[in-house]
């Protein structure tokens, strides 16, 4: 409850109440100057730690985050928690040190500043706080030459939508000063109560278990003996789940292993690293080869990972069957029944970003219930999901989420397959084998092509945009490997939310075809350098014949296509991309 010894010997305390010490603090302001390029992207601000550890920086990022709060800032009360990546600490500590100077009231920050993206969702709705720092750079790489990011949640829990990320960003060009108490102390490594008096009013930083509310939110929403019953032990179903040296490790630990008594080596890379043990926390077929690797050896028959802030998830079945998460998404709104959560609360609509393949449309269709198709990005579910219209939404990027929080949530995706494996008493490869019988199969494959130089694909996007704007490309046709496509309508995607009505435009070149296959180019918001450009290929096929097939196999020529139109390997001068998902 306390400061430690040490520290309170350094600290000018007064006493407030009996058992606790305040420090009084003073406001400083701090004159500084912009810096371009402050622009929050896909999600929230990432550039390299290099960048970051500038002076005045990340202060200035804060400070405009802060100020974009106008009147609601006096007296509020905000969540602090980051992904345990390298820089994190400073960041934390500037952030209490500059909330105190700005008038908020308290902070929950998760202990030693570490917090998974869902758990500081949860947080902020749990304990009704305004908002959130999170401070991630998600799956990018982290550590001293890598990545850091700063994101802001609202009070739903979500991230902040584009009219928020607009004013956060018009400040950061006009910002002059920021204000900070540069002597305030906490001790935020330590679980407790920490006081404060700014200017003569209180601050209050309170240091919480980061482990404990979400563990108690996910007690709430599955049924954990029936999980159990069929992971929990010798002789049954053998699961591995990969944490990538990234946040969900000490949850996967307390939930996996204590909870629901999977042996020890259920769980690996467990252990949070500053900088992801060198490796790039992102959960997918590259660079989660070796949760891939160990899969196939048919142990397990369930394996997950997640991102570096653990709010992805990449599923896979025995024999490392790998499940798209457009099929994730799909197959879990088919069998939201077997989730008490939503026997209790009934199944609303569904979302899925744009370039996420339409499977889940289909399960819609089934249910009668509506589906949405959403920019690229998890803000754009928010109002859907505080509208009480979906239940239950996710992207291809492996992201999926319900509205238990407002970020999507890698552990709730593990958890909520185990459920519904456990109440159907089927493997993932049947579950999925029999999606596909009922509801045809939408193929989907993306070709990331990372760091590129930046002004090629500017010039890709600009061509793209001219070709989809000239109606002399409908009825165009093009053969690749000996497959024909012809294009048949094209357009950039643009978005009108059905709750408020605010829009989004240019949000990813769409050409689609006769047969139903479909092209999207988008270039990544997310990167913290030059550019990379995304390609996302679909197509369906209900004919019985080809529904077990390889997506790669069945995607090439489309594939070929794509890169035909684009010019994408003229241009950047890649002739292979460096993610295939
Ligand atoms: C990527 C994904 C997107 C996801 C975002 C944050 O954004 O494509 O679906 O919401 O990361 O995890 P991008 O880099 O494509 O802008
Ligand atoms: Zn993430």
Not at 116 to 131: E, H, M, Q
Not at 409 to 418: K, P
Request: proline letters at 5%; a negative charge; charged letters at 20%.
């Amino acid at each position: 409850m306390n400061y430690s010894g040490k520290q309170l010997s350094e600290i000018a305390c007064v006493q407030r109440t009996s058992d606790r010490m305040v420090q009084e603090c003073v406001v400083v302001p701090v004159p500084t100057s912009r810096f371009e390029g402050q622009k929050p992207g896909t999600s929230g601000l990432r550039k390299t730690v290099k960048v970051f550890q500038q002076k005045n920086y990340t202060e200035n990022f804060v400070q405009s985050i802060l100020s974009a709060m106008g009147s609601g800032l006096e007296g509020s009360t905000l969540v602090v928690g980051g992904d345990g990546r390298f820089f994190m600490t400073e960041a934390t500590d500037i952030i209490i040190k500059m909330s105190a100077a700005n008038k908020v009231s308290k902070l929950i920050v998760g202990k030693g500043g570490f917090l998974s993206t869902p758990a500081v969702s949860n947080i902020i709705r749990k304990y009704k706080a305004d908002g959130g720092f999170i401070l991630t750079a998600s799956h990018n790489p982290g550590g001293p030459d890598a990545d850091f990011g700063i994101k802001f949640n609202m009070s739903n829990g979500g991230p902040a939508p584009d009219a928020a990320t607009n004013t956060m960003f018009e400040n950061t060009k006009s910002i002059q000063s920021y204000n900070i108490c540069p002597d305030l102390q906490c001790d935020f490594h330590s679980i407790g109560v920490y006081e404060y008096m700014v200017d003569g009013k209180p601050f209050t930083v309170q240091v919480i278990d980061p482990c404990a509310d979400y563990i108690e939110l996910m007690k709430s929403i599955f049924d954990f003996d029936q999980i159990k019953a069929l992971v929990g032990g010798e002789g049954k179903l053998k699961v591995l789940i990969n944490s990538l040296h990234g946040a969900t490790g000490p949850y996967a630990e307390k939930i996996f292993l204590q909870e629901l008594g999977c042996p020890p080596s259920s769980c690996i890379k467990t252990n949070v690293l500053p900088d992801f043990g060198g490796g790039h926390p992102d959960p997918n077929l590259t660079y989660a080869a070796d949760l891939v690797e160990a899969m196939r050896s048919g142990v397990h028959g369930f394996g997950a990972a997640f991102d570096g802030d653990g709010d992805r998830n990449m599923i896979l079945g025995q024999n490392a069957f790998f499940v798209t998460p457009c099929d994730s998404l799909a197959v879990l709104a088919n069998n939201l029944e077997h989730i008490p959560y939503f026997k209790k609360s009934g199944v609303k609509g569904f979302a899925r970003s744009m370039p996420t393949s339409a499977a889940v449309d289909r399960v819609a269709k089934k249910k009668g219930l509506e589906c949405f198709d959403t920019p690229t990005g998890w803000k754009y579910f928010g109002n859907l999901l505080d509208a009480g219209r979906i239940s239950i939404c996710g992207e291809e990027s492996f992201g999926t989420g319900s509205d238990h929080v407002r970020e999507k949530d890698g552990i709730w995706a593990a958890l909520a397959w185990l459920q519904i494996l456990a109440s159907k008493n089927t493997t993932v490869e049947e579950l999925l084998k029999e999606h596909w019988t009922e509801f045809g199969r939408n193929f989907f494959t993306r070709y990331d092509y990372e760091g590129c130089e930046s002004k090629p694909c500017e010039q890709m996007m600009k061509n793209l945009e001219a070709y989809i704007s000239d109606p002399a490309s409908i009825g165009k046709v093009y053969t690749a490997l000996g497959k024909s496509y012809t294009v048949s309508a094209a357009d950039n995607f643009s978005y009108i939310d059905p709750v408020d009505g605010s829009t989004a435009s240019k949000q990813g070149i769409r050409i689609m075809f006769s047969d139903g296959s479909r092209l999207v180019f988008r270039l990544s918001g997310t990167g913290s350098s030059g550019a990379t450009v995304r390609m996302y290929v679909d197509s369906y096929e209900n004919s019985p014949d080809k529904l077990f097939g390889s997506a790669q196999e069945m995607l090439a020529p489309c594939v070929e296509v794509g890169l035909i139109i684009s010019q994408l390997r003229e241009l950047t001068g890649r002739q292979e991309p460096t993610v295939i998902t």
